[in-house]
């Protein structure tokens, strides 16, 4: 077997860029020690790559790193099932990547206090269903989402757009060893000498869109990498959700275009996500709280109306207090009356009629 698991720690670093042939050679032979057999064997290992397997294999064992192939129990199932699963993954961790509730969280480098708030919202309201919650280490929203994952006690894992051997960026290294010790983890498809290349985060967004049932995109602008990582959940079929916010601020022109043009559904409230995902278990929930473009809530809308009807400008957590409504039903409320032409922002979470 040791054998086994270095041919094909050779074969991951030859088709880095092309697993699906990989994955294809083994299917076809067996084995990795069938495609060293074959004739096939001149075009996948290189004169050196057997030697730097072994050396790789090594490290991986003095470092507590495990080498997951696809096809194995411990790969993610959910991500096996695309069809540009990386070959072989490197892990640091004990989180279980099968979890049967797991999310994905992306986001802006540049999080405002408001996004930051929104990632610690919407993994306490999922705390109480134990889920995975996988991001990608990055400023922002990514270290927010694990983060709050930490402080709610619920495994978090990184997906790297690098080896093992470094933490990018470094700042968040103290971040990620609380994420290995509390149970979560590091997981990538790259060796360690491989540093985080522009290609290699697009590589890496994949993942993340591939390997949970579920994408949440708190903050994110129109281009970058939270909207790539959105069309791949979107290509495999995930459910995405989208935090609104302002449409006055660029880093929500991302999440309102994704609901706008119904790509996402709104996060707005707890049990937007639990009830989509079918982990709530309760069949007898409002037709309301399902997610959808627009919620049509006119009676708590006109709550909102209300309390902005005799102030010059409200912020949201008087609105929240005033009218006893989650503060993520507030906020995807105040994007629809937004839209509607009803209120406008007028920037740090305060609010006006339209007059």
């Known amino acids: 077997m040791e054998e086994e ?48 397997a072994q050396q790789e294999v090594e490290w991986c ?21 695309v069809p540009d699963a990386p070959f072989m993954l490197y892990y640091k ?11 994905s969280m992306v986001g802006t480098r540049l999080a405002s206090v408001y996004g930051k708030e929104a990632c610690s919202m919407v993994v306490e309201h999922l705390s ?18 694990h983060r709050a994952a930490l402080g709610n006690g619920l495994p978090t894992v990184a997906v790297l757009p690098n080896g093992l051997d470094m933490v990018y960026p470094a700042r968040h290294r103290d971040v990620a060893v609380q994420m290995v010790r509390g149970g979560g983890g590091l997981l990538t498809e790259f060796p360690r000498g491989t540093s985080p290349q522009k290609m290699n985060f697009v590589k890496r ?7 949970t ?25 995930k459910d995405v959700f989208a935090v609104p ?10 999440c309102n275009y994704l609901i706008s043009k119904n790509v996402a559904a709104i996060y707005s409230s707890a049990l937007t996500l639990p009830t989509a995902l079918g982990w709530s278990g309760d069949a007898g929930l409002e037709p309301g709280l399902q997610p959808q473009l627009f919620s049509f809530d006119v009676e708590n809308k006109e709550k909102i109306l209300l309390t902005l009807k005799f102030d010059t400008t409200v912020d949201v957590e008087k609105i929240c207090a005033v009218t006893e409504l989650d503060w993520g039903v507030v906020s995807s409320l105040l994007l629809e009356l937004e839209l509607e032409g009803k209120v406008v922002s007028k920037g740090s979470s305060e609010y006006c009629l339209r007059r």
């Not at 961790?93 to 999310?103: Q, T, V």
């Not at 109480?128 to 989402?145: H, N, R, T």
């Not at 995109?217 to 290509?235: C, H, L, P």
């Open 93 to 103: 961790g004990e989180a279980d990547l099968n979890n049967p509730r797991s999310i």
């Open 5 to 52: 698991i270095v041919l094909r720690c050779a074969m991951a670093r030859e088709f880095l860029y092309r697993p699906h042939v990989a994955n294809g050679l083994v299917q076809e032979y067996g084995s990795a020690q069938g495609v060293f057999e074959s004739k096939a064997f001149e075009k996948v290992f290189s004169p050196d790559s057997i030697k730097w």
């Open 128 to 145: 109480e269903y134990l889920p995975l919650v996988v991001s990608g280490l990055a400023y922002g929203i990514d270290i927010a989402s």
């Open 213 to 237: 049932q579920a994408l949440v995109v708190v903050e994110s602008r129109v281009k970058g990498g939270s909207m790539i990582t959105a069309e791949y959940a979107n290509m495999y079929n």
């Open 61 to 81: 064992c003095s470092k507590g790193v495990k080498l997951i192939f696809n096809g194995e129990k411990d790969y993610p199932a959910l991500l096996a099932q």
């Open 205 to 211: 967004n994949r993942i993340i869109a591939a390997m």
């Open 245 to 254: 916010g302002r449409i006055s601020d660029p880093n929500s022109f991302g």
